[in-house]
């Protein structure tokens, strides 16, 4: 048997930038093709080449849309792949707005930096543009979940639903006789519109690569603070700004919003959705649940049947420049739910620079938010944010509401991992320091595995 080997390009030493590749005599494999983000030496490391010829790549599994899954795609089309990425019906559709989404942002960010000359590059560059993506976007192929389905001579994969966001999966690839169980983001068991995420197949594993965002965290806490956050900022006067990952975080807090407002545990103030990825969506959100997909929690179809799951009837849906900047001008209070969710970039950031210096205000984190971001430094206290070269004061109150993950935690993660047969070899990824060692030790001492945290590039046999 042809030897087979897997490489970890990404997601080694920090949660983004997920890049896996494995292969064998006749194949390479790549799952997920994420972009690196958070501080600029992560982010940095986009420019850096590729350990492999992207023109030798044979196929690409792409578990789920979030840019750190899926971002490089255009940077990978454009060094030459030329063969198919395979994905679920919504993975698909949501990688198209989502690429679409990073290709302007990249461009506006080269340009905007390149107009205030605060970047160290002399000319700086967008990483990839708009046309880019419109050809990583055309080598998109659907596969449907539960489906053994060949990539390459020797290579399979099965998609499972994993419950993290729309069209998300865990991946069981099979490559030169090797299986491969990749957990990916694996959702929670308490998703409003998604159902649970499958348990593993009972099949035997040669390596399981398993994510550790929340390796060394419990999730906890209560979802009543959310309410009392928001009923606080009105109280003093003040507005709300939630960033939010416009895709899955948007349709949870909409949902949880219009639960509070409907049993009346918040006033009906005006809610802004003010992000076009958001609003794009949105739509496919309600068109799964309409649709019934096997995605979507049972139950969930029939009782939004004749009714918005995500209005209560105050929600105003911003798609154009001037409609968000109109917000700025509001001077009562409202709940702003803006994109990107860590604050790197989009709509959000102006809102933050608009809102922070109030002390009335407050800034309502509601998911991991990496090191190196705007997110993360708000949520460490910090007493000023750098936004577009400007020192902003952060006045407003801050508070990280921790209930919308959509990331199992370390409890929950082990709870899934245990149903998996002991594998050969299992890799932790896709955590910082502290969550990869916390997992590996509990994958150890708990489940008796045999366990690595891989290091950046770093190759191993199967
Ligand atoms: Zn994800």
Redesign the pocket.
Known sequence: MSEVKIAFLGATDTVTGSRFLISSEQSKILVDCGLFQGVKSVQRRNWDPLAVDAKEIDAVVLT?A?L??SGYLPALVKQGFYKEIYGTRYTNDITKIILRDSARLQMDDAKFAAKKGYSSHKDPKALYNLDDAEKAIDHLRERPFHSREQIAPDAFVTFYPSG??LG?SFVVVEVAGKKFLFT??LGRNNHPLLSNPDAPPKEEFDVVVTESTYGDRVHETPPETFAKEINDAIARGGAILIPAFAVDRTEVILMALKELILTKKIPEIPIYADSPMALSALNLYREAISARSVEIRSGVSDRFANEDPFDAGALHQMATTEESKAINEINTSAIIISASGMATGGRVVHHLANMLPNSKNTVILVGYQAVGTRGRFLDDGAKEIKIHGELIPVNAHITNVECFS??ADSDELITWLKQVKRPKKAYVVHGEVEGQEHMQERLTNELGWSVVIPKSNQTFSV
């Open positions: 789920h979030h750190d899954h993290h966001i998300s990916s983001d959509v990331h």
